[in-house]
């Protein structure tokens, strides 16, 4: 049986792979400070149990793309001959999955105490002697899990795109719900302090929403990618450049009759299929091997793409 050959990122991106490793453990260590420090203040805020739930489920990402990255570039062999590529789209799948549960878990929960009109209060606490709000301490809690996502979120990513790492894009964009969980949290804080009871639960409904959206559209994604759709790009789910290349080089071989082709997405890398319909035999054969090399040399993420002549083409592609 023939395998892919064993695939390692290119020599000019090894560098960004380990700078991303290295982000993704200082974000599960901060992650994990935050989780402590917010349990520790969150009292009977719905906004806080929210935010602090977020926080738990952000480090999902982290913690997924971490295994992934020690199984998905080990070699193929007769009962992976192509390689361990798709961990990436199952540790990508999970994430996502994690976190529209939680979305959901939460926007109910939030309901229910609207519902039901449970009203929280924030106590105080003796600090260095004085009697301080909680609601103080809480939102500098929420601070410290706000400010420090934002630049983790700002350096992870164009460092995704660089990758084509869904799971570490996913974890940037998870860093942002960070931000914006936090921000809503305060203000729902800020609301009970003023009185208003209610401001504590709509604050967590509203993150709790964004959680779904976010969750959502990443599920429907990493399904995608498992059920072989066509590659999309990682920012706006458009269909990737790629293919346009890929059908210009085979529309600019005046040996070729006509053609179709098919690419699919395992991981970061792609593999695919073109299948032409050669004016004459002559040369086929070293024609057909040099437009596979030209094809593969496109794209590093091009790990493998195979041409067969044929007679008739296959429907679609």
């Not at 529209?100 to 109910?108: A, E, K, R």
Request: aromatic fraction near 12%.
């Amino acid at each position: 049986m023939k395998t892919v050959q064993n695939f390692e990122y290119p020599p000019e991106l090894v560098r960004d792979f380990n700078k991303a490793k290295k982000i993704e453990w200082i974000t599960i260590v901060y992650l994990v400070i935050t989780v402590g420090i917010m349990y520790a203040t969150m009292g009977n805020s719905q906004a806080m149990k929210t935010a602090w739930f977020e926080d738990i489920m952000s480090l999902t990402p982290s913690i997924s793309f971490l295994i992934a990255s020690r199984i998905f570039t080990k070699p193929t062999n007769k009962e992976f001959p192509y390689g361990y590529h798709r961990v990436v789209s199952i540790a990508y799948l999970c994430s996502s999955l994690a976190l529209f549960t939680v979305g959901g878990f939460l926007v109910i929960d939030s309901a229910m105490t609207l519902i039901k009109a449970e009203r929280p209060t924030i106590g105080i606490v003796m600090l260095f002697g004085k009697t301080v709000w909680l609601g103080y301490i809480m939102i500098l809690a929420l601070l410290w899990g706000t400010l420090p996502a934002v630049f983790l979120g700002r350096i992870k990513l164009p460092i995704s795109k660089k990758l084509h790492e869904k799971n570490l894009y996913t974890d940037a964009e998870m860093q942002k719900a960070d931000w914006m969980t936090g921000v809503a949290a305060i203000l729902g804080i800020l609301g009970i302090g003023m009185g208003w009871w209610w401001a504590d639960a709509v604050a967590a409904s509203i993150i709790s929403l964004d959680i779904i959206y976010d969750g959502f559209t990443n599920v429907k994604q990493a399904v995608f990618d498992l059920m072989n759709q066509i590659p999309k790009t990682i920012s706006k789910r458009k269909t990737d450049p790629l293919l346009e290349k890929i059908k210009e080089i085979l529309s600019n071989q005046n040996w070729i009759q006509d053609f179709r082709f098919r690419l699919r997405e395992e991981g970061h890398v792609c593999f695919g299929e073109g299948f032409i319909i050669p004016k004459e035999d002559k040369n086929l054969v070293d024609q057909i091997n040099s437009l596979e090399e030209e094809i593969q040399k496109l794209d590093w993420r091009i790990q493998e793409f195979l041409i067969t002549p044929v007679k008739q083409l296959p429907k679609g592609g």
